[in-house]
């Protein structure tokens, strides 16, 4: 199963838009990225996901690279309340029954007023 | 509002003693999973329900077992809890073939004295 690397911290002016990486160098053709936050002793909460292609919804945007070995996501506006830790995970496994989320180190973003 | 619930938010166990977690869904999804979050680390799959075939992860240990009893229900059970079995547990829903996202409950802070 491919895995993610993530860098373990990152600060952001609120207001300013906050890009946070993720390296997924091993993964493969079929495999889809995902992108959760989690506020403190709160359940992971969905982002946005994508396989290829650039996404965009109304929380954020993930750009993919060419040979998708990594990925970033973008929080146009950072808020206070961006303040969280971002996981990367990879959606692994053969069968859509059996998918698997593996979940990378996280981020934790600080957005700074 | 259709949603995972998590149910007790906090549970306290005597080391030993069997504890059972339970994770109920109103959004009728067929698949069902079970993660561990130890402190300051990220959600690690133990394993999941796809339908009624249980897939259990090849690291989890034997001290945790599951039941699914209705596409509603799921049951994480802790035969003799030791205290590194203390940590969030997660429960998360899945519908299959739809954009196979993740909805996560809020978790179960588990303590073992």
Same mark, same amino acid.
């Given at each position: 199963?491919?895995?993610?690397?993530?860098?373990?911290?990152?600060?952001?002016?609120?207001?300013?838009?906050?890009?946070?990486?993720?390296?997924?160098?091993?993964?493969?053709?079929?495999?889809?990225? =995902?992108?959760?936050?989690?506020?403190?002793?709160?359940?992971?909460? =969905?982002?946005?996901?994508?396989?290829?292609?650039?996404?965009?919804?109304?929380?954020?945007?993930?750009?993919?690279?060419?040979?998708?070995?990594?990925?970033?996501?973008?929080?146009?506006?950072?808020?206070?309340?961006?303040?969280?830790? =971002?996981?990367?995970?990879?959606?692994?496994?053969?069968?859509?029954? $059996?998918?698997? =989320?593996?979940?990378? $180190?996280?981020?934790?973003?600080?957005?700074?007023? | 509002?259709?949603?995972?619930?998590?149910?007790?938010? &906090?549970?306290?166990?005597?080391?030993?003693?069997?504890?059972?977690?339970?994770?109920?869904?109103?959004?009728?999804?067929?698949?069902?999973?079970?993660?561990?979050?130890?402190?300051?680390?990220?959600?690690?799959?133990?394993?999941? &329900?796809?339908?009624?075939?249980?897939?259990?992860? *090849?690291?989890?240990?034997?001290?945790?077992?599951?039941?699914?009893?209705?596409?509603?229900?799921?049951?994480?059970?802790?035969?003799?809890?030791?205290?590194?079995? *203390? *940590?969030? &547990?997660?429960?998360?829903?899945?519908?299959?073939?739809?954009?196979?996202?993740? &909805?996560?409950?809020?978790?179960?802070?588990?303590?073992?004295?």
């Amino acid at each position: 199963d491919a895995k993610t690397t993530q860098p373990t911290s990152m600060d952001c002016a609120e207001g300013r838009a906050a890009n946070l990486p993720c390296n997924h160098s091993t993964i493969s053709g079929n495999e889809y990225v =995902y992108w959760y936050r989690q506020i403190h002793s709160q359940g992971p909460q =969905y982002i946005i996901h994508g396989l290829k292609n650039n996404e965009t919804n109304e929380m954020a945007s993930l750009i993919i690279t060419e040979d998708r070995k990594s990925s970033t996501l973008i929080l146009p506006h950072a808020t206070l309340r961006d303040t969280a830790v =971002y996981y990367c995970i990879v959606r692994a496994g053969g069968t859509s029954g $059996t998918y698997k =989320y593996i979940f990378g $180190t996280g981020t934790r973003l600080k957005v700074l007023a | 509002d259709a949603m995972v619930i998590q149910n007790p938010r &906090y549970q306290v166990t005597q080391f030993g003693k069997p504890v059972t977690l339970s994770c109920s869904q109103t959004l009728n999804h067929n698949v069902m999973y079970w993660y561990q979050q130890k402190s300051s680390q990220a959600p690690k799959l133990l394993f999941h &329900y796809y339908d009624k075939d249980f897939n259990n992860e *090849a690291d989890t240990p034997d001290n945790f077992q599951s039941r699914r009893p209705n596409t509603s229900f799921c049951f994480l059970d802790i035969r003799s809890p030791g205290l590194g079995d *203390a *940590a969030m &547990y997660l429960c998360a829903t899945r519908r299959q073939g739809s954009t196979d996202t993740q &909805y996560f409950g809020p978790g179960t802070r588990l303590t073992v004295l």
